[in-house]
């Protein structure tokens, strides 16, 4: 893998790395067609699309009785696995829970701020080249510490679905589980259909003709974020080792043909160093033709910064998903970085731990959004609300400021409703 440096990168190059998107713009009108399709037709559709897009005949979407009997029949070692997995999600999200809060009154005023769970939520669970139980339990579990009442999992059909991943939804809380992929699962979600209840928000990562329908539905229902493929972009210097900084490319690489990684380094001899480590771990790897796609594509590679400065500079601009730092002052340069999804800090912290089971999620914002949006949190599934309660004291403060207000409206009701409660 060669190594470029940043100051020497063209117009076109800078464009790939720094205006990724999650390439939905080609197929938004297939998508539209679709989720419209399932609004109108319900199961009807759902049956006609899965015959369509997954090749199965389907007659009872519901399986959750399948997740509950996967829970019991797989691996103890591997049940064990997803119950610690899920104990430290969990745990994770419980210290996101906000508290109801008020304002002591004073002058006769009392403010404050509740939060409400929403009533249900969908999860979306992809399917295709991998299982992963892993996103069930970072989407279901955050919903269920929230306090929703009714979590449904949405997952590709198949003649077998995966039964860790039927399993993981089982453990993680899930009220009901649907064998409904792509497009049409989003649609079922934020409409409902005979067989399917609607919800009210829909989280998880998929494809790009998820990823297409949440932004058609969006508005109706809420979303999380529209997801594109999975990024890295390691920053290090001479004292990380190269090959734990390749295993980390690798390792985000091996999610998508398009996936973005990048490991920028201010020090030449370490950045041939991984990009001759990436060369060499690539063909170890079971999945080495996805790898060495995502490798290949221009929003991928490896950067030679003039300084660290410039490194940093470099990192804000790309706001990855994730961010793997491993350098000397590690802690002090975490601390001159603000765009990203997650950061994992020195040696022992691969992002496998937070893809896993360390307990923060790993439904994180990519295309650069990380500059103005967060991960998946306990705050996707709760609606805040504010309360004041005034005296006839706390309004009488205030009425003059309201009433000068309203009139400078033109809202003379508004002053009205002020000034009657004060009438003889």
């Keep these: 893998m060669d190594v470029q440096s940043i100051s020497d990168l063209s117009d076109r ?6 205006e990724r998107d999650s390439g939905i713009g080609e197929i938004r009108e297939d998508v539209a067609e679709i989720v419209e399709t399932v609004h ?14 997954d090749d199965v005949e389907i007659e009872d979407f519901d399986v959750t009785e399948q997740a509950v009997a996967a829970y019991e029949s797989i691996d103890d070692e591997v049940r064990e696995a997803i119950e610690t997995a899920a104990a430290n999600i969990r745990a994770f999200h419980e210290r996101q829970v906000p508290e109801d809060w008020s304002v002591e009154p004073s002058e006769g005023r009392e403010l404050g701020r509740k939060y409400y769970p929403l009533d249900s939520a969908g999860v979306y669970a992809p399917g295709g080249t991998a299982a992963y139980p892993s996103s069930v339990l970072m989407g279901v579990v955050p919903a269920k510490v929230a306090g929703v009442e009714h979590v449904a999992v949405a997952t590709p059909p198949a003649e077998e679905i995966n039964p860790v991943t039927m399993a993981a939804m089982h453990a993680a809380g899930a009220d009901a589980v649907y064998q409904i992929g792509g497009a049409q699962a989003i649609a079922a979600l934020a409409y409902g259909t005979e067989s399917v209840d609607p919800v009210d928000v829909i989280v998880g990562p998929g494809n790009r003709w998820v990823t297409a329908a949440k932004a058609e539905v969006r508005g109706d229902v809420r979303i999380d974020m529209l997801a594109g493929p999975s990024e890295v972009l390691t920053l290090t210097d001479a004292s990380a080792d190269p090959e734990i900084v390749a295993a980390e490319v690798i390792a985000q690489a091996e999610h998508d043909p398009n996936a973005g990684v990048v490991a920028v380094t201010p020090d030449a001899d370490h950045a041939q160093a991984v990009a001759d480590e990436i060369d060499r771990q690539t063909p170890a790897r079971e999945r080495e033709d996805i790898v060495r796609e995502a490798l290949d594509n221009d929003a991928s590679g490896v950067f030679l910064a003039d300084s660290m400065d410039e490194a940093v500079a470099f990192s804000e601009d790309y706001a990855p998903e994730h961010i793997f730092v491993h350098a000397e002052s590690e802690r002090d340069l975490l601390d001159r970085i603000t765009n990203y999804g997650s950061a994992f800090v020195g040696e022992f912290t691969p992002v496998a731990a937070g893809d896993y089971a360390s307990g923060t999620n790993h439904v994180l914002p990519t295309g650069g959004s990380a500059k103005i949006a967060s991960g998946l949190s306990v705050d996707d599934f709760i609606r805040p609300a504010t309360y004041q309660q005034l005296s006839e004291e706390g309004l009488g403060t205030l009425r ?3 009433t000068t207000l309203a009139n400078a409206e033109g809202l003379e009701a508004h002053a009205q409703s002020v000034e009657t409660r004060f009438d003889d």
């Design 13 to 18: 190059r800078r464009r790939a790395l720094f």
């Design 40 to 53: 109108h037709d319900g199961d009807d559709a759902l049956r006609e699309f899965s015959r369509r897009f």
């Design 400 to 402: 003059e400021t309201i």
